[in-house]
């Protein structure tokens, strides 16, 4: 069976863009792949955080990814930190890094433009996003194209630790997210939705209730036509909405074309507002369930705990081949 590994910062709250284009998709991956979902909080502060909201951002993305449907015993769910092999096989990989390359990154470029003061950690992530991936034997990646990037780095790495010290790394693939699975920002429908957003009325979130859903759904913007059609280029704003109504009903589009054909746009948004409420509240119920309950906790120190056992049997073959510490017989 193959390995997929995934990390998730607990950076501000799940956003319906990162359930459809990500955690859906999870829940089928999980039975057909060895799976390893990981809350990456140490990516988490190569920018400044608090660190109670850090805290409870880490612990609300763990009892998400189980709200929506990952299965402890299916799959291995832990918190990046928890595993120290992370950071210690990091530093491994920073070592074999190229500042140059590094600064080329264009999350970094983007992120540090017009900064006084830079943290060196925004500049070494690739390197323990590649320690993340590497220690797992990790065949498969899924991100979206702002990763990407990342995952070519991490191949390079791999490759070339490989050829220098020791051939131990499997190389992994990018598996970029199914075909229409991209979901766009409500105010504006060129852009990725995005938990960052700086206007939240493009944003719903997985914890959103029933008003926030409804009020930002009707204020999305669409285009002075009121046909319900699916036309990215030229009505992008009524084709991301037509997007989530289709996957959260399991709806084809052309079927949801014709039930709203000469109806307008209100009485679909109405309707496509009900979906959505209909679909996050087993989920937000749960969530809530797990956050009260020490079942998360119990589940968190089990994954950590298997985690660790396959992450430091591949550290000490990294350390070994890199001639660190004695080697042990």
């Known amino acids: 069976m193959k390995t997929i590994f995934s990390g998730i910062q607990p950076s501000g709250t799940i956003t319906l863009g990162n359930y459809i284009g990500?955690?859906?998709q999870f829940t089928e991956l999980q039975h057909e792949y060895n799976c390893y979902f990981c809350i990456v909080d140490q990516h988490a502060i190569t920018v400044p955080q608090d660190r109670l909201v850090l805290r409870k951002n880490t612990r609300?993305?763990?009892a998400l990814y189980?709200?929506?449907?990952?299965?402890?015993?299916?799959?291995t769910l832990?918190?990046?930190?928890?595993?120290?092999?992370?950071?210690?096989a990091a530093w491994m990989m920073q070592c074999i890094s190229y500042i140059g390359e590094l600064e080329r990154m264009t999350q970094f470029k983007d992120k540090s433009a017009g900064k006084d003061t830079i943290s060196a950690g925004l500049l070494t992530y690739p390197p323990l996003m590649a320690a993340d991936i590497l220690l797992y034997n990790t065949d498969l990646v899924p991100v979206g194209e702002d990763q990407k990037q990342h995952?070519?780095?991490t191949r390079d790495l791999a490759e070339r630790f490989n050829k220098k010290y020791n051939d131990i790394f499997t190389i992994p693939e990018i598996r970029l997210p199914k075909v229409g699975a991209r979901i766009m920002s409500l105010q504006t429908p060129t852009k990725k939705m995005s938990k960052s957003d700086p206007n939240p009325k493009?944003?719903?979130?997985?914890l959103d209730d029933p008003k926030q859903i409804e009020k930002k759904i009707k204020s999305a913007i669409t285009d002075s036509e009121g046909i319900v059609k699916y036309?990215?280029?030229?009505?992008?704003?009524?084709s991301n909405l037509l997007s989530i109504y289709s996957i959260l009903s399991n709806t084809p589009i052309e079927d949801l074309e014709k039930q709203y054909e000469g109806k307008g746009y209100g009485q679909f948004k109405t309707d496509l507002a009900d979906v959505v409420v209909q679909a996050l509240a087993p989920i937000q119920t749960?969530?809530?369930?797990?956050?009260e309950s020490s079942k998360l906790d119990d589940i968190l120190d089990e994954g950590a705990e298997k985690a660790a056992k396959v992450a430091n049997k591949m550290l000490k073959k990294m350390e070994n081949a890199m001639g660190l510490g004695r080697k042990r017989r």
């Open 22 to 24: 990500a955690m859906k």
């Open 60 to 62: 609300g993305l763990a």
């Open 66 to 75: 189980l709200a929506v449907g990952i299965d402890p015993n299916a799959a």
């Open 78 to 88: 832990f918190i990046q930190s928890e595993v120290p092999a992370h950071a210690q």
């Open 151 to 153: 995952l070519e780095l």
């Open 202 to 206: 493009g944003v719903i979130t997985l």
């Open 231 to 238: 036309d990215v280029n030229h009505k992008p704003g009524i």
């Open 286 to 291: 749960k969530y809530y369930d797990l956050m």
